[in-house]
């Protein structure tokens, strides 16, 4: 089965960077997209960024400039650059592939 793997959380000040990771198995990572949401205390879980098996990313608009979304097909990993951390940023970070979730890991940023 599916199964997805994420690292790189932690405690960062605001204007610090983080970089997460998500090893994926039990499916052929090269041909499909991955994407990246989060969810805050109290709040909705929302996509932030994704990426396309070809490498198009997208982001949501709280993120662009601060945030990349990469892919590593050889390592089954999909990476998350952040950067230029805010508070609002605070979240578990989730990846996910088609119906497939991670366990998440937790982001917090301090100010």
């Known amino acids: 089965q599916v199964q997805l793997v994420e690292s790189g959380g932690g405690l960062v000040q605001a204007g610090g960077s983080l970089r997460l990771s998500c090893a994926a198995s039990?499916?052929?990572?090269?041909?499909?997209?991955m994407a990246w949401y989060r969810q805050a205390p109290g709040k909705q879980r929302e996509l932030v960024a994704s990426i396309s098996s070809g490498g198009r990313t997208m982001y949501v608009d709280s993120v662009k400039g601060r945030f990349t979304i990469s892919r590593d097909n050889a390592k089954n990993t999909v990476y998350l650059q952040m950067n230029s951390l805010q508070p609002e940023d605070t979240a578990v970070y989730y990846c996910?592939?088609?119906?497939?979730w991670g366990q998440g890991t937790q982001v917090t940023v301090s100010s």
């Open positions: 996910a592939v088609s119906n497939a």
């Open positions: 039990g499916i052929i990572f090269s041909i499909n997209a």
